[in-house]
């Protein structure tokens, strides 16, 4: 019997989605298993160079939590492209402004840096309370 390698065609993609919720998870454990799921890689059907990930969607984003010092210790760098134009800003500030922004940065640097990336990223939903507008969709729950 011959074996050969089945490559997953986008027609063939069949997409679920996944419930995690933040309470209390660490933010790059949680990333890591989230950008998993939007890449594919858990399914046997994974190619790279096709677009086969779930959808996923994160609640209770707010208590979400960090080890160490890295609330205080990591720092998120931008730049206008302009002399002086570099901009500072600390994890507890990214959190206590918008936690959604600490978890989407962490999951997208995760992914592949191109527009298969930008593809999968649009399948991420972040909620920051309890409730989410995807009951419709019957979300499976994952636990990490």
Do not use: C
């Amino acid at each position: 019997m011959k074996k050969y390698t089945v490559m997953q065609r986008k027609e063939d993609v069949v997409r679920n989605w996944n419930h995690y919720d933040a309470e209390g998870k660490v933010l790059g454990r949680l990333a890591a298993d989230i950008a998993v799921k939007l890449m594919g890689k858990d399914k046997v059907s994974y190619t790279p160079h096709i677009d086969g990930g779930d959808f996923v969607v994160v609640t209770n984003i707010e208590k979400m939590v960090v080890t160490g010092k890295k609330l205080t210790d990591k720092i998120y760098y931008n730049h206008s492209g302009f002399p002086g134009g570099l901009r500072e800003r600390r994890l507890e500030e990214v959190m206590a402004k918008n936690p959604k922004e600490a978890l989407m940065l962490a999951v997208k640097r995760m992914l592949p840096k191109n527009r298969l990336g930008r593809e999968q990223l649009t399948r991420l939903r972040i909620f920051v309370g309890a409730e989410h507008a995807h009951t419709a969709q019957k979300p499976t729950k994952v636990e990490l």
